[in-house]
Each structure stands twice: as C-alpha cells, then as structure tokens.
C-alpha cells in the first residue's frame, strides 16, 4: 500500500471478485486509483468476471471522478447507432452514446436465409461483393458467429466458393477432438479394416486400454498376418488381460452393436447413437463446464451434417472429398472466421454477424436469466462495433439441430437495430414447415442440454394437450397468467396457428421464456 502510491487498472470490466478485492486493498493506503475499461464490453462472466465492478465503483468511491469517452474512431455513424439501440435495452449499464466524425457511412444490410445453408451462401457472395465492389481484401472480412457448432456450414460454403479461410482460436470444424472421435467410429462401421480409426477410440473415452496393450495387439496382428482392428477380436490371445483386456473386449462389443444399429438408422441417428452408446456424450454431460457445451453443440451440428446424406458412406465419401479440395490459396490473405467472444479487441473493414435467433443469440441459456440475457447483448455490442465500414446481418428461418429441421424465431437483436439503419436483403419469408419446434415436442425454451438429451434418446415427453392460448391473439405488451411461471409480459410473437410460439418476461425473477402457446397454460389478463 505505502509503495504504490497510484494504482491504474486497465480493463476493469473482465475483472472478478478477487481482483476487484486486491485492488481495493493495494490503493487504501493513498486512496489514488484510476480504472479503466467499458461496461458494455463485460462479456467473460462465464469467467467469473462481474460487470457489478465497474458499474458500482463510483458507489464504492463517492469522490470519483468519471470520465465518458464516447467518440469513437473506428466505425461509422450507421454501425455506431446500431450499436448504441441495441446496448441501450440493457437495465445494468453506465449510460453513453457512441459518435464519430467517419461519416454515416453504409446502411447494414441484413439478410434472412431459407436455411442455414441459404444463410451461408448469402454469406458467402457478401464476401465477394466486398472484395469486388470496394477492394477489401479477404483477410479484412470477418465472419462471426456465437457458438463453435456454426462454423461446420460456413466453412462448407467457403471451400465450396474457394474462399480462403481460417478460424482463429479454434480447430477447424472437422479437426475438433469429439468430432474426429465420432467419425473415427463411424469409419470403422463402414470399414471394420481401418486402423487408424481403431487405434483413435480403442481407448476412446478411456477403458484403460495404454500403450502396453496397443503394443501386444499390433504385435499379434504383425504375427499373424491381419490388420489391428482384427487383432482387437484375439485380445487374451495376444496376452492382453486385467483392465486393458475388460476394456478391449467392451471396445469390440461396442462396435458389434454399432455395427448391427446401423443397418436400420440412417446416417443423422447413427452419429446420434455413437455419441450415446460409446460414452462420448455421457463424458461430456458429466463435465458439465463450457467447453463440453461447445463440444456437445458440435456433435449436434455433426448429426445435421450426416442427416444431409442417404447412406454413411456418402457422407464420408463427401468429407473425404472436402478435404482433399481445402487447399485453397491464401495469397491474399484469409477470411476470418471465430466466436464472438474470440472477436473483442479486433476489428475488421467488413463484418459479417451470422445466427441471429432466439436461442442461437441470445444463446438459450439466457433465455431464462436476465444476467445472461444482459450478458448476451453485451457480446452483440460487441460484435457490431468491430466493423469499421461495413456490417451484414444474417439469419436463418429455419435450421437443422441435431439431425431435426426446426423452425427459427429472430432474434430480438436484429429487432432492436432501427429499420431506418438496415438495407433489407431477403425475399419472401418462407413458408413453415414441420420442425423440432413443433407441439409434439411440447419445450418451453430452446436449450442445449434438453435438445441434446431429446436428440440422443431421452425419455420424450408425452404429448401436450391444446391450451388454446394461441387462439388468444396476444401482442407484444399483453399482460398473461402462467400456470408454473405466474404473470408476466408478452415479448414478441412468432408463427401462425397451433405454431405460434411468444416470448414472454415473467415477473418473479425477470425470467424469459419461450412458450408454444397451442400447449402452454397460460390465460390475459
């Protein structure tokens, strides 16, 4: 305390509650402490960080002095304003009002796919627009998204186009450790000959199967003339026993039963059922952290590749291909792809932001936590201030989660950006079609644990009886009874007849929900 007589703290919006503490106690002594940092870029929360440090410092501090620095020497007006209209819905925030003297620049186009397949073909002549109208090299262009799991189809699209690419701070989609696990087993349906894609899960996840073990069975096989993956049927003969053994003979086991489920489930299931039956997602459910989220929202995206394809070996025939095609030229540079979160600190001339549906972004998670919704919006302030002179928004109506076609609600995030700021790119809505959202599925808020666990064969809910709420004609501002939740506020609604879905805030807890209202008890106020 008595040898830093000032104390400047940069960044102070990432910091946790032990940070904040230490600070305190380093400037006691002289009382001189400066921070820095901006409350609507607090987006590590999963990190511990707590926004509450900065926003309740002058709380702390009644002598403080606090200084704004609003002009902004990065983006246009027209990206500045978005911005602003979207950060602004947020309660727990230290008000400001970016400006710049760049001009208006650009209006944000914004683009709403058939799917996300349409999506990433928008995304991708976007691309080519910025480089062929304004000269804007490909490693000025970005493409952000919000989870991991969105990438798979825009790196499709971009080989495809031969747009060079790299995902910064990531794997690319199919060099992700449970994505390569997963197809490895499924190599081995399709050629119970392949080594290399033995010798990967064998152990995979563990069954105490070391070194040792994998010696003594390539060994037997080089002594008798068969390849590896046979030599897994002759574990005791070639001296493999205790654990390792127990875990051999699981691992041969497993695959005759993979073997057998996949003569009647088509390719989008089977992915599903190796995941289960294997002990990959169990491993990841039991974890429980972030990471494993991530991971278990890729073998999701994973099953919706495979859910493209008549037979298995189309779709490994297809990836086989993708990968001898991805050398693409990156002379001038690559395209960026990476999460959100991954984007803070950077910016780039052009910025496209993808995924933008309820329950995508905002993640699901925030869907029930005014925290994280806040959180939520705060990555989105984020995203769009790191464009400096263009900025596309896309979204898809509906996209494929865990091998189901679902319908997609917008997300409020695009709502929020003014129309009068937008340049509308989409034609005609399409029509909707039948989807995971639908009532025979009867969720009340998308979420990635329940769509994991419906998708990779939880107990289904029974079916829902009519509520006949959605004969209510509810608007945005309506005031409802829930059963469970109690009152609340009507959000937004989506969709027609027994699909029409609301979003409604409920009064205990702020809480936000997404109910299908053909099967919610709820009644107006």
């Keep these: 305390q008595r040898q830093f007589r000032h104390v400047l703290v940069d ?14 106690i380093l400037a006691e002594h002289h009382g001189n402490i400066c921070v820095v940092g901006d409350a609507d870029q607090s987006i590590y929360r999963f990190r511990a960080a707590d926004v509450r440090n900065i926003l309740q410092f002058a709380q702390h501090h009644p002598d403080t002095t606090t200084v704004l620095l609003e002009e902004n020497f990065r983006s246009t007006q027209t990206i500045l304003d978005a911005a602003n209209a979207v950060i602004d819905r947020n309660e727990s925030r230290i008000p400001k009002n970016l400006f710049t003297q760049r001009g208006r620049g650009d209006k944000i186009r914004r683009y709403a796919g058939e799917d996300e397949y349409d999506e990433g073909r928008w995304v991708i002549s976007e691309l080519r627009r910025f480089r062929n109208d304004y000269d804007i ?13 969105q990438s798979r189809v825009l790196e499709e699209q971009c080989i495809r186009a031969g747009v060079p690419y790299r995902v910064i701070s990531g794997l690319r989609f199919y060099d992700r450790k449970e994505v390569k696990d997963v197809l490895a087993y499924a190599r081995l349906l399709v050629n119970p000959r392949d080594d290399v ?3 990967r899960v064998i152990n995979e996840p563990r069954r105490g199967v070391g070194a040792v073990a994998l010696t003594k069975l390539q060994s037997y096989a080089t002594d008798h003339n068969i390849s590896f993956s046979e030599a897994v049927r002759f574990s005791e003969e070639a001296g493999v026993a205790g654990k390792a053994g127990s875990g051999v003979r699981q691992f041969a086991t497993l695959l005759d039963e993979l073997r057998a489920l996949s003569n009647d489930l088509p390719p989008g299931e089977m992915i599903q059922a190796i995941a289960r039956d294997s002990g990959i997602l169990d491993e990841l459910l039991t974890d429980g952290s972030d990471e494993a989220r991530s991971r278990i929202e890729n073998l999701g995206e994973l099953a919706s590749a495979a859910a493209e394809y008549e037979t298995m070996m189309d779709f490994l025939e297809r990836l086989a291909l993708s990968a001898e095609s991805d050398q693409l030229d990156a002379s001038a540079g690559a395209v960026s792809l990476m999460t959100m979160h991954v984007a803070k600190g950077l910016e780039f001339p052009a910025v496209v932001i993808t995924g933008l549906e309820e329950g995508m972004f905002p993640h699901s998670r925030a ?4 925290a994280e919704l806040e959180e939520e919006r705060r990555l989105c302030y984020v995203g769009i201030t790191r464009a400096m002179r263009h900025l596309s928004l896309t979204h898809a109506w509906t996209r494929t989660m865990w091998g189901r076609r679902m319908d997609a609600i917008t997300s409020r995030f695009w709502n929020e950006v003014p129309e009068e700021l937008c340049e509308e790119c989409s034609v005609v809505k399409p029509m909707r079609r039948n989807s995971f959202s639908d009532t025979d599925y009867g969720f009340e808020g998308r979420s990635s644990d329940f769509t994991a666990g419906r998708a990779f064969g939880a107990a289904t809910p029974q079916e829902a009886r009519g509520s006949g709420a959605e004969q209510l004609g509810l608007r945005s501002g309506d005031r409802i009874i829930h059963d469970r939740f109690g009152p609340g506020t009507v959000l ?3 969709g027609e007849g027994d699909r029409t879905r609301a979003f409604v805030r409920f009064d205990e807890g702020q809480s936000e929900k997404q109910l299908v209202l053909s099967i919610s008890p709820l009644k107006r106020l």
């Design 137 to 149: 090299e490909w490693r000025e262009m970005a493409i952000f998204y919000r989870t991991n799991a």
């Design 11 to 24: 960044e102070f919006q990432d910091t946790n509650g032990v940070q904040n503490k230490l600070v305190e």
């Design 492 to 494: 937004s609604v989506a």
């Design 197 to 199: 894609a033995s010798r």
């Design 367 to 370: 869907l029930v936590d005014q």
